[in-house]
């Protein structure tokens, strides 16, 4: 439950550094709305292969998922500065 919290945050924190600032309450509803929307459906999809191939098998598929994302922002995400806020500056 923790990791699970531990992944929100951080979803949360990329949120609000991809938010404009000019319009950042709108910004942050739409991505969190999409964010939320998606979850839903991957997790009725999950839930429906669940019951085909079984659980274990969906659970081994979750965890290879998250390996691959994790790794991907370790690799994508390592700028120091917030790539937004650095875009707003420069127009």
Same mark, same amino acid.
């Given at each position: 439950m923790c990791l699970l919290h531990a992944c929100?945050?951080? &979803? $949360? !924190? $990329?949120t609000v550094d991809l938010c404009r600032? !000019?319009? &950042?309450g709108t910004d942050f509803t739409m991505l969190t709305t999409l964010a939320t929307g998606i979850s839903l459906a991957v997790g009725s999809l999950a839930v429906t292969v669940a019951g085909t191939l079984g659980y274990q098998a969906v659970l081994a598929g979750v965890v290879a998922l998250l390996a691959a994302g994790a790794a991907a922002v370790a690799l994508l995400f390592t700028e120091g500065a917030p790539a937004v806020k650095a875009r707003e500056g420069a127009g």
């Open positions: 929100y945050a951080a &979803a $949360v !924190t $990329v600032q !000019t319009s &950042a």
